[in-house]
Nanobody, 123 residues
């Protein structure tokens, strides 16, 4: 199976941008549907966006509101999350996740997780 490693988190002011990267190693990345989740302090982990292996099918949570863009490059074995117009409510640990086959919106359908990267939006 694949292993996942996130990077790109950090501290940003409200209205700013960040680009998260999820690098995969191990098994064939193109066999997996992938997603970004996030977990804010004291809250449940929630899905942010998901993308199928061939990038033909995407999902974005309602709170994304056109501010974030998920993408992936199977040749580079990498998934991305471009985040713009960040708000304090976006502060959370962001995780990438993978499962064989199509992506799922359900957290418990993913058996492969990265270690997470902290995103903090604050003035």
């Amino acid at each position: 199976q694949v292993q996942l490693l996130e990077s790109g988190g950090g501290l940003v002011q409200p209205g700013g941008s960040l680009a998260l990267t999820c690098a995969a190693s191990g098994d064939s990345f193109s066999d997996y549907g992938t997603a970004w989740f996030r977990q804010a302090p004291g809250k449940a982990r929630e899905i942010v966006a998901a993308i199928d292996a061939n990038s033909e099918r995407l999902y974005n949570a309602l709170f994304v509101q056109g501010r974030f863009k998920i993408s992936r490059d199977n040749f580079k074995r990498t998934m991305y999350l471009a985040m713009n117009r960040l708000q304090a409510a976006d502060t959370a640990v962001y995780y990438c996740a993978a499962r064989r086959g199509r992506y799922s919106l359900a957290l418990d359908q993913y058996d492969i997780w990265g270690q997470g990267t902290q995103v903090t939006v604050s003035a």
